[in-house]
């Protein structure tokens, strides 16, 4: 080992590199410290047995939390790689002490809050985090690199021996030119090393070793008095914290997730450092079967000739060893074939990964996690970082407790899950889809939802009931009783009940009103599948319906267009919530007030239009009263501002509105000739609102649109449109309805298939000439 003869052994280290790992791996081994000094905060030094335990695994995090207030929370990240993670085992497997040497986390802290950032961020500082100068790229450009990931790799991953001494003597020229980087906030911090240096070496003189960024080894070997770094920690403010080890995530050590002392690649690091040897070409076999995963072809030949390629770019590159900029070069030439979408795989699944560490049970926790990670042993939800696809069915125990358990992290604010649309596209109260990934943020979120309760149950429960208390709107009121049926909050329902009567007896505004009875119907609904009594809620929802049945039609007079738009969406949401309630009473009262709001003239013509649809759909209206309202809401005496609305709540949206056109040649041919009448100015001023319109309509309905009313009215016919018989054309189109032959083959087999021809059902039997109709 090249350090000095007489002092502490300075190792100056990347935070995670496998180079550095392994360099301090020998250089321990050469020294046999009798004490080891780390980079972090002192507090953690009780919990460094517990890397000793077989349930820790790496990549793993001291988190630190200051206790009032949980989210002023800083996180110390640790891999297997780390070459602080290396030096803690190499102690602890010969009983050799370790201490942490960097600011307590206490102050650090503390300092945090002068400086009005709380927000939760990674504290890992080093080359690239707490200094507004980056060493390695400043270093790697002064040797002529313009990547500095690469010029690390071929200085430091790539060879054999350590290089401390000579990146302890770069580092001390850039302290020259730089002075601190720009970073006040290390001098204190390199001051309180210092004095922790000083301690270990007066109990166990030179046999010291200190494992910390080289960023700081030119300052802990700076001659200073003990008086002038005190002095600089006089006066420090100081907050009371707890400390704790939680998981952590590949995807976390990534510079891309905000990290400042991130690497590009921790799986590419993570496989270099545990490789025993011929790292490229395991490296390539990984990315293989990952390939294979996806159903590509790729061969043992592919990965032979992608060995080969990445051996023969490193040494026209100049370089010791093929690194993965020419693994990746191989990777996209040779089992890519070219392309860089499969790459794109490649570096989230293994450039980047999603490993999720672990952490013993021992480890100190908040009484909530601990019930959070009871709770998910039973039920089998085991954290993992990948993002994976959940589907409940809810008349299952299990799956039911699991929804439960969702919901109230949810309203806790741990948002391990997140509702998601049913790949399988059920729509059934019974089933639920979520989308799960656990994030190492949510271990804090966790800690400050610890204030609610000792339980998962408990906290939500006193959460949701301060919610209704603290909630101001009546839809935040009813959402949360929502949330307390798909949680399970029996104890919590009763309060939120009254608060939510209280609050839709005092609220007469119609609007708010209609935005909160969806919700409650849900309730309804939701409440039925658990097998909850919701009769006080069937109780609130039956009266919030009446408020609105009542005070709908005169709040839908004099409005403008944006407020007629923002009801409309209300009458949609009332009428989706009414078609679940089970009151046949209610439906027809609703039915009622419908057909008053589409006939009364002074309501604006979006929402006349949208109820008139929606009674046509209900079978209220048939044609000959659609046509009528139509035909009224079209006339030369109705403003084209106001007739284009109309049009826009009958036929616009996602409500089929196209489809009815083209079925219904008799609506389309009341829209085409009140177009035709349109002035010129009036034209141009509903041009957008009819764009709006018909924009929504999928292209095939456009265009079937555009050719009956390019066809025009034929002579003698009956239709509009057309002239003729109602649908697309005057008879049957043979060669269109033979193109449905292949399919029904499908279908129904060969066999099958030759009582479903034309020939079979006493069609054309020209038809039997044809491929088609030889099999009718």
């Keep these: 080992m090249t350090t000095p003869t ?39 030094d009780g919990l460094v047995p517990l890397a000793a335990e077989s349930g820790m695994r790496p990549p793993v995090a001291l988190l630190a939390h200051v206790v009032d207030e949980p989210g002023r929370s800083a996180f110390w990240p640790f891999a297997e790689f780390s070459p602080e993670w290396v030096a803690i085992r190499w102690a602890l497997e010969r009983d050799v002490p370790v201490r942490f040497i960097d600011l307590p986390a206490a102050h650090s802290l503390a300092l945090r809050a002068e400086d009005d950032n709380g927000d939760d961020q990674e504290e890992r500082t080093g080359e690239g985090d707490s200094v507004r100068v980056d060493p390695l790229r400043v270093l790697a450009e002064t040797a002529g690199y313009d990547d500095a990931e690469r010029w690390w790799e071929d200085v430091v991953e790539h060879r054999d021996g350590d290089a ?35 301690a270990a070496q007066r109990e166990f003189e030179d046999d010291v070793a200190v494992v910390c960024g080289a960023w700081h080894v030119p300052a802990l070997r700076q001659r200073t008095t003990v008086a002038a770094d005190r002095a600089l920690l006089k006066g420090l403010p100081k907050a009371k914290v707890d400390m704790t080890w939680v998981p952590w995530t590949h995807r976390r050590l990534a510079r891309a997730s905000g990290y400042g002392a991130g690497i590009d690649s921790p799986g590419w690091y993570g496989h270099l ?70 790459l794109a795989l490649i570096h989230d699944k293994l450039v ?41 069915d809810l008349r299952g125990d299990t799956d039911a407790a699991r929804s439960r358990l969702l919901h109230r992290l949810r309203l806790l604010g741990v948002a391990w899950g997140e509702p998601a649309r049913s790949a399988r596209g059920s729509t059934g109260t019974f089933r639920e889809s979520w989308r799960l990934r656990w994030e190492p943020e949510l271990s804090v979120r966790v800690a ?44 919590a329902l009763p309060t939120v009940m009254r608060i939510l009567a209280d609050r839709a007896a005092l609220d007469v505004d119609v609007g708010h009103l209609a935005g909160a009875l969806p919700a409650l119907v849900r309730a309804l609904r939701y409440g039925d599948v658990r097998g ?89 209206l048939d044609e000959e009263d659609a046509a009528r309202l139509m035909s009224l809401a079209l006339s030369p005496g109705t403003a084209p501002a106001d007739a284009a609305a109309w049009i826009e709540g009958f036929v616009g949206g996602g409500s089929g509105g196209g489809l009815l ?48 009313v390019r066809r ?52 054309n039997d020209e038809g039997g000439n044809s491929p088609e109709g030889a099999v009718a």
Excluded: N
């Excluded at 020259?176 to 000083?198: N, P």
């Excluded at 072809?297 to 992608?306: C, K, L, T």
């Excluded at 093929?322 to 392309?339: K, P, Q």
């Design 6 to 44: 007489t002092g502490p052994a300075l190792l100056g280290v990347r935070h995670h590199g496998p180079g550095s790992a392994r360099a301090v791996r020998s250089a321990l081994d050469a020294a046999q410290p009798r004490i080891v000094l780390i980079e972090g905060p002192p507090e953690a």
């Design 164 to 198: 401390f001494a000579a990146l302890g003597e770069a580092m001390g020229a850039l302290r020259e030119t730089c002075g601190d980087g720009g970073h006040e906030r290390d001098l204190v911090r390199e001051a309180y090393m210092r004095l922790q240096v000083r």
């Design 273 to 342: 450092f545990s490789a025993p040897d011929r790292p490229v070409e395991r490296w390539l076999t990984k990315v293989a079967g990952l390939l294979r995963e996806e159903d590509r072809i790729v061969s043992s030949a592919h990965v032979i000739e992608a060995v080969r390629l990445a051996e023969t770019l490193a040494v026209m590159r100049g370089r010791p060893l093929a690194g993965l900029t020419e693994t990746t070069d191989a990777v996209r030439a040779v089992l890519c074939e070219g392309s860089d979408v499969p």
């Design 352 to 392: 980047v990964g999603d490993v999720l560490g672990e952490v013993p049970e021992a480890a100190p926790a908040v009484p909530l996690q601990r019930d959070l990670t009871r709770q998910q042993r039973s039920l089998r939800l085991k954290p993992a970082a990948a993002e994976k696809e959940l589907d409940l």
């Design 448 to 491: 400050e939802a610890g204030v609610w309760g000792t339980t998962v149950l408990a906290a939500a429960t006193v959460k949701a009931e301060t919610d209704a208390i603290a909630g101001r709107a009546l839809s935040d009121v009813t959402a949360l009783a929502e949330v307390c049926l798909l949680a399970g909050l029996a104890d």
């Design 532 to 620: 909850t009594d919701t009769e006080a809620l069937a109780d609130v929802a039956a009266g919030l319906a009446e408020r609105v049945f009542v005070g709908l039609p005169p709040a839908c007079a004099g409005l403008d267009t944006e407020a007629a738009e923002e009801m409309r969406g209300h009458v949609d949401a009332v009428h989706s919530a009414v078609a679940l309630l089970e009151d046949s009473g209610v439906r027809e009262r609703w039915r009622t007030v419908l057909r008053v709001l589409a006939e009364r003239d002074g309501v604006a013509g979006v929402i006349r239009g949208r109820c008139a649809r929606v009674l046509l759909d209900e079978g209220v």
């Design 661 to 708: 056109l083209v079925h219904d040649e008799r609506l389309l041919a009341l829209v085409d000739a009140w177009l035709t009448r349109v002035s010129d100015d009036a034209f141009t001023d509903v041009l957008p609102l009819l764009r709006r319109t018909f924009s929504a309509y999928e292209p095939g309905v456009r265009r079937t649109l555009g050719e009956l």
């Design 712 to 763: 025009g009215p034929s002579e003698g016919g009956q239709s509009p449109v057309t002239g003729g018989p109602r649908g697309f054309g005057e008879e049957l189109d043979a060669e269109r309805a033979d193109a449905v032959l292949p399919v029904l083959r499908l279908l129904l087999g060969a066999g099958a298939g030759a009582s479903a021809g034309r020939g079979g059902s006493g069609g």
